[in-house]
């Protein structure tokens, strides 16, 4: 019998741009339980919503972050979200631009086409602890203005199947915009970093 797995919310890539320029991520919740995946397929209790997804591929990369924060609303899809650059998209944007990274860099423009914003579902409290650290640490090293974190992120890509509204048994799926239906990950592991050593890597 399948039961209520965690929280989530959907954000957009400009938040973590505005993340990278300033902005502090909140404190983090580590109270999370394990997840339930069941006949290839994982299921999500979230507010008035019972959301389904399909288990696709394994996935391990390596990203730049620009921000990040664990998601906490009662009727959420995902626990935490997180924004990065992937590192083979990153070292060309490096190679010619060396402070990408900065807001007032000519190559930020091409980091801000980079960016990839995650739904993220943690795959237990450990993993939830770790993205928290990493962000934390981000941030800190923003505000000494010190090199930046990447992570290295293990897991399996998700695709929403349903999004059914409990009470009515209607699945409204196609009626969420698309930000709100795709880039899910089933993270179950977390590395942080040092993206400098990756960039020239």
Known sequence: MRKPLIYVVTIIAAMAIAASCGQDSTTIDEDNEPYVEEDNELYVEAGDFDVYFKLLEPFSETYMLFGGDPVTHKGAFNNFWLAG?????????????????????????????????????TADSYVLAALNEAVAELNNRIGRGGDRVAVRLEGVTLEMTAAIVRQAGEDIMDQLPKQARSNYFLVESVEMVEAQAELEG
Request: glycine share 2%; proline share 8%.
């Open 85 to 121: 650059i992937s590192m083979e998209d990153a070292r060309p944007i490096y190679a010619k631009y060396p402070d990408f990274y900065r807001c007032a860099s000519p190559g930020a423009a091409r980091a801000k086409k980079a960016l990839k914003t995650m739904n993220i579902i």
